[in-house]
């Protein structure tokens, strides 16, 4: 049975945050939900699946602190998506300060896979900060770094492609790329809270699945019943779409990529309960590729 300590998750109401907070849920913890928008749907979500909501902002590291009082632990993650790179590094270290100083006794960092090798890719690089004030905390830490989330295939640009049976990527046929399924992200930061001493200084990096272009639409063809051929998309249309960042990324994917051992991981961790990515897409719904823009 689950030992009920109380679990502060940073990000609850995102993508990533969300999925570790219904993770911490499923497993009996008690979760405090922090969010800028304790009003919005996806906070009242949580709330009606247990979580109590708290009102904290990363540019208020005080609020942060407050939320993190006679809390056992924290999963603290914070994004470059809003405000850009050096504002995440800026907020994660301030609000890392705040759960120090609260006296949380284990600390769950998000970072990202890659994240500690001075890639050049900026939302990669401004983690390494971050982490190096993490391994530097008196209570226990981890850090948890997943690969790319599976979601990415329902990218705006991606879905318009496959609206028109073609998936189109920036990598050549014959390179995989690793994906996590963020379902794998809430079950693995469950068992590091689970097990503290056992986890405590490790950086572990966490993939769901290994995939070519081609492979990727075979299985989003089987999912969404309909034909879908990968298409190579030149770095110059990508770099177009979303800026030179996002084109150094995929340099990088091609040139080096993530270099975790999937099956290794998988059978060291079992009680994850991993997807593959044929699971992810089956419980997608793609209804909206029925629609013609």
Known sequence: MTELRTILVTGATGLQGGAVARALLARGYRVRALTRAPDGPAARELARAGAVLVAGDFDDPAS???????????????????????????????????????????????????????????????????????????????????????DVVRAPHVIAALRYGQLAMALPSDRPLQYVDVRDIGGFVAQVVERPEEFSGQRVEIASDRLTGPQLAAVLAGAAGRPVSYAEMELEQLRAYGGEQLETMFRWFARVGFSVDVPALHTRYPEVGWHDFAAWAGAQDWSELDARE
């Open 64 to 150: 942060v602190g407050a939320a993190a009082e006679g809390a056992d632990s924290v999963y603290l993650m914070s994004t470059p998506l809003e405000q850009g790179p050096a504002a995440e590094t800026r907020q994660a270290l301030g609000a890392l300060e705040a759960v120090v100083a609260a006296g949380v006794r284990q600390v769950v960092h998000g970072s990202a896979a890659a994240a500690d090798q001075h890639t050049g890719i900026d939302w990669f690089d401004s983690k390494i900060p971050i982490e190096k004030a993490v391994r530097q905390v008196p209570s226990r830490w981890t850090i948890v770094a997943p690969v790319v989330f599976m």
